[in-house]
């Protein structure tokens, strides 16, 4: 008797009529084929498929790829640089994982519409938005709260390391409720909504 599914013992058949493998096996063998995770950043994002997403600053190119791959063709993908430096690394990412992203290098007023994106990412890891003056972070988040469509929603992300004063910085910048997500793998993940 020919053994299938999870009957007739712990022996299955692959697509080979000749050969034969445990279930564990054939598990592994399956997961090792599957395409690998996203990073624990892109993961805590949520971007998902067809998405309008801007991107603030440029530190994390994993976060650059992974965000622009998941939004697909359906979605846009843009990034607002802060120096030529940042907008050469989004480039960069960009070429690497075969997607197009919109850079525009900016220092203080971001060159998009009103309500034109569902989300925005402001990547501090590495400490870009904290390294600006504290007009230029007023004038950063309420740009960046600008942009997003009523409802959107912008993660903060930044190393974990730094003392946790974005919840209240995004609170003031008028983004409510305002939580933080998680904090692991170095990372801590803030959000805040445009009501």
């Keep these: 008797m020919e053994a299938t599914g ?10 080979s009529p000749f050969e034969t493998v445990s279930y ?4 592994f063998f399956r997961f090792k084929r599957m395409k690998p995770m996203d990073p624990l950043q892109v993961a805590m994002t949520g971007v ?15 976060l650059t790829r992974g965000l ?22 989004a480039k960069k990412a960009a070429e690497k ?4 992203i919109d850079i525009k290098v900016t220092a203080r007023a971001l060159e998009w519409d009103d309500g034109a994106f569902d989300m925005v990412v402001l ?11 504290e007009a230029d972070r007023t004038a950063c988040l309420a740009e960046s709260r600008r942009v997003l469509r009523p409802g959107g929603r912008l993660e903060f992300i930044e190393r974990s390391g730094d003392p946790n004063m974005v919840e209240a910085v995004l ?9 933080t997500l998680a904090e692991r793998d170095g990372f801590r993940f803030v959000e805040g909504l445009k009501a």
Aim: net charge negative.
């Design 123 to 133: 990547d501090n890891t590495g400490g870009a938005f904290g390294a600006l003056a």
């Design 97 to 100: 994982a075969g997607v197009l």
């Design 24 to 27: 564990h096996e054939a598990m």
């Design 171 to 179: 609170a003031a910048a008028a983004f409510k409720p305002v939580r």
């Design 6 to 15: 999870f009957e007739g013992g712990d022996r299955h058949h692959l697509e």
């Design 48 to 62: 998902r498929m067809g998405e309008r997403y801007l991107q603030v600053f440029c530190s994390d190119a994993a």
């Design 68 to 89: 622009a791959t998941k939004v697909g063709l359906s979605g846009i993908a843009a990034l607002a640089a802060g120096t030529d430096g940042q907008a050469k690394q």
